[in-house]
């Protein structure tokens, strides 16, 4: 640094005398102090100050959102600061007043915004936008491929995610970059979200236990302690309902005990939309409402739809008080997509369209607002990256803004009101959807599939006289049967219900009345599904060991695929697979006429704990086969 002397102290001389021209030189030094200490500040610096986490978190006049903003088919083309200004006022016109990222170093996307918001504060010291950092949290070899080996029916040992631990770089850049971030926009950041759902099951490419996720909140808390961040910044993680204790008993352990003590408040996510599809317990209209007009009965499905998002936010809270933890419970994610053409479309669950995304928008906006709970809807803009590949997939259409700058119904009101009079976005003005005719709208909207027509996707006929663990010593174990029932002599159904899984959506399952179970493949690298014991442990099956499974199957002749059992859990790292192959190539072919197989448990055999079998029934395939069918009917296992 070089040493200099600051110009205003050469005029010091002329300060010390009289008239007009120490007057003048006054004048012209309290300029220039006043041009040195803005240029000697970061813009941040200039903003008033804003109010603390504790008070906007819960408060119905900060309305929070998820945010992305990507245009293109990839996150590497980034939106600008620019376009970031853009989007961040149209924000501001929807009344939202709290944003939710997701990255802080693998992206510009978040650096950028936050420079919008603070060029946007600068223009109007009065405007309102304040941000929670996501942290992304990938485990060690996150989204790489296991190897498997069909010969032995396994996966590769040390091949695939290491879900025992974090990948230390990356999450440590995603950390370091969070607290940078939130120290240069104090005025702006006001929370960090450390991991999106990274602690639950199904997020097989990356998920961590809760031990990888307490390291870094604890980190943070230690920061604050430090002074090295600002002690008004909360700290919390943003994960899926199950992982914070609410769902299966398999989450509840001592750490995820610890991390809720550890945090400052608990994000949690719930998704009916995805559920009306996975568990579509509550979904579907009851038999007395089927006279109803189309408006009536898809309001009274949406409404159990907000009842069912309402139990598991419960569910939750109640976990919390039963391990001693008392903290503020928000939403981190929730929504409803518009558009789908496969699972939750026409010939799915009925649920995507605009029509029933704003009926679960304004009835969770209602319920959040009254509860005093900050409710971050999943999302403010349409993004196309998530599925680049598929277009018509949901993931591409959750906004309540489309990527042709249509306005969604759910903001149809606000758009009448002029709240977007004179905001473009790519350089274009916004228009409604529909043209903003309500009788196309209701035209495209889908009536919801009626429950007395429903397909079965979970199997309830339950031997209520045994406990789930206890070994099964009847002779014949039936999962579904034509002929077979319970009340026969050596004869026994599960004991727990079972679920129809369709592993990460890359199948649809169901029962169908006539008791088959049918299995069709979508789009992607691979696809399963399984019929899983709903308990936190798996049927005790040890009795079988030398017994044989027993089912009949059709289908599809060209696709290749294991299927068989599973034992253990995935979560708890001692799942195995219990396969066979089926398809071209093997002893097992498949055609359109009904095959009767009968399997020995030996043959089955992957290094099973047959005291523990968690799906009854499994399929899985490597192989890309999108549009397959498959059918399986009277399922047994004897001893």
């Known amino acids: 640094m070089r040493n200099e002397v600051p110009g205003f102290i050469l005029l010091f001389p ?71 200004m853009d989007d961040v006022r149209i924000l501001d016109a929807m009344g939202v007043k709290l944003l939710r990222t997701y990255n802080t170093s693998q992206f510009p996307q978040v650096e950028r915004l936050l420079a919008a918001i603070s060029r946007v504060k600068q223009a109007d010291p009065d405007f309102e936008m304040y941000v929670m950092l ?48 939130s ?20 997020a097989v490419s990356y998920f961590v236990y809760p031990k990888t996720i307490l390291k870094w909140v604890n980190y943070l808390q230690d920061a604050k302690t430090k002074g090295e961040l600002s002690e008004d910044v909360w700290i919390t993680s943003s994960d899926n309902y ?28 719930t998704y009916p939309f995805h559920d009306s599809f996975y568990n579509p317990s509550f979904w579907g209209v009851e038999p007395d409402e089927e006279a109803l007009s189309f408006e009536s009965m898809t309001d009274a499905s949406m409404r159990r739809t907000i009842d069912y998002a309402k139990k598991q936010y419960q569910a939750v809270i109640d976990y919390m008080a039963l391990v001693g933890v008392r903290k503020p419970v928000h939403i981190g994610e929730t929504g409803w997509a518009s558009y789908d053409e496969s699972a939750y ?57 489309s990527l042709s700058n249509e306005v969604k119904h759910t903001l149809w009101d606000a758009f009448d009101a002029g709240a977007f009079d004179g905001m473009t976005r790519n350089g274009a003005p916004l228009r409604k959807s529909y043209g903003g005719d309500r009788t196309e709208l209701l035209a495209a909207a889908m009536v919801p599939p009626f429950r007395s027509q429903m397909a079965v996707r979970r199997i309830d006929t339950v031997n209520t006289a045994r406990q789930v663990g206890e070994p099964v010593t009847d002779q014949q174990f039936v999962i579904v049967h034509n002929t077979l029932t319970a009340e026969d002599p050596g004869n026994t159904y599960p004991s727990a219900p079972l679920k129809l899984t369709p592993w990460e959506g890359t199948t649809a399952i169901e029962l169908l009345s006539g008791g088959e179970v ?119 296992f004897t001893q």
């Not at 120290?183 to 199904?202: D, F, L, R, S, T």
Request: net charge negative; glycine share 10%.
């Open 14 to 84: 002329f300060l010390i005398s009289d008239g007009p021209v120490r007057q003048r030189l006054l004048l012209i030094l309290t300029a220039v102090l006043i041009s040195f200490t803005q240029w000697g500040c970061s813009p941040e610096q200039t903003i008033k100050t804003s109010p603390a986490a504790a008070d906007i978190f819960g408060d119905p006049q900060y309305h929070a959102v998820s945010f992305g903003g990507y245009r293109g088919l990839s996150r590497d083309d980034g939106p600008t600061v620019e376009q970031l």
């Open 134 to 181: 996501g942290a992304w949290i990938d485990s060690k070899n996150a989204w790489t491929e296991a190897v498997w080996d069909a010969s032995n029916n396994a996966w590769v040992e040390g091949t695939g995610p290491d879900h025992t631990q974090g990948d230390v770089a990356n999450n440590t850049r995603e950390i370091e970059a969070a607290v940078r971030l």
């Open 183 to 202: 120290n240069q926009y104090p005025h702006i950041v006001k929370a960090i979200a450390v991991g999106n759902e990274a602690m639950v099951q199904w």
């Open 242 to 269: 199950e992982s914070w204790g609410g769902g299966n008993p398999i989450y509840h352990t001592p750490e995820l005990t610890q991390l809720m003590q550890a945090v400052d408040f608990v994000s949690v996510h």
């Open 345 to 401: 479309g026409a010939n799915g669950s009925k649920a995507a369209d605009e029509y029933k995304q704003k009926v679960f928008h304004d009835l969770l906006r209602e319920w959040t607002d009254a509860a005093g709970i900050s409710l971050f809807y999943f999302e403010a803009f349409d993004e196309q990256w998530k599925k680049a590949d598929s277009p018509g997939d949901s993931e591409n259409h959750f906004g309540l803004v």
């Open 518 to 636: 049918r299995v069709e493949t979508r789009a992607g690298d691979w696809w399963g599904a399984g019929l899983e014991v709903d308990a936190d442990v798996g049927e005790n099956l040890s009795r079988f060991k030398n017994g044989h499974m027993h089912f009949e199957i059709r289908g599809s002749s060209d696709v290749n695929f294991s299927f068989g059992f599973q034992t253990g859990s995935f979560l708890r790292g001692d799942q195995v697979n219990n396969f066979v192959s089926f398809g071209p190539g093997t002893d097992n072919l498949v055609g359109e006429e009904w095959r009767a197989v009968t399997l020995p448990i030996s043959e089955l055999d992957g290094g099973a704990d047959l005291s523990d079998v968690t799906n009854v029934v499994a399929f899985l395939s490597r192989a890309k086969a999108p549009d397959r069918t498959l059918y399986l009917r009277n399922i047994y």
